[in-house]
């Protein structure tokens, strides 16, 4: 355990939350800049298992932001560049490499997951992985961004407001360009986030976090759920899975 010394020193986490993380199996969807970052800090933090989906290629473009990957790399699947860096991280960590997309058809089983984390840029291919959740009744963590700027939304289906009645994620733009830092931040507190959801902490959990990496600010905006949302109206607390 002396691995996780540092941050079982704190009261958040202590040992009770490193048993839970290192139980822990975790959906990461999308390993681009944001998928390289959070799923970096989940394999050091040491939780359970990830699996890693992502269908595309390591390009040279990719290389400024997505630090999981090398010049090596070029050309490779992310998915298994992904999961042989992250293998090297910590050996502790079950890696499975998905070199796949996540696409509409794909389906969660309740407890398959205990998180999943929607680390793309496609606001199609969040909207997917959100009706899969509320499906499984998997809490996801969903970020984006855009420019400067991210969102962040934690959705424990059946109980918060979802990514459809956010308004489908439409405030995250496809395919934006962001620079390294701004990217690394928000993927960061996803990490942070779905750490949080593991250790079981009172997240903020009807609210869209915006983060502003231009005046480094962060603006929490209310959310509320929708009752004839098709992906999680039907759902609640006590709804069997
Ligand atoms: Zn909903």
Redesign the pocket.
Known sequence: MGRYMRQMSLPEFGAEGQRRLSGAKVLVVGLGGLGSVLSHCLAGMGVGSLTLVDPDRVELHNLDRQFLYTEEDIGEPKAQAAARRLARLNHEVGIEAVPRAFTAGTALAPGQYDVAVAATDSRESRLDINRACCGGRIPLVCGGVAGLYGTLQVILPGRT??V??AGGGETWTDHAPSPAPVVSALSALMAQAAAGVLCGWELPQNELILFDGKRFELEHIPLR??ED?P???GLTEETPC
């Open positions: 407001p979802c459809r009645c759920r929708r949302c992906h999680c109206g």
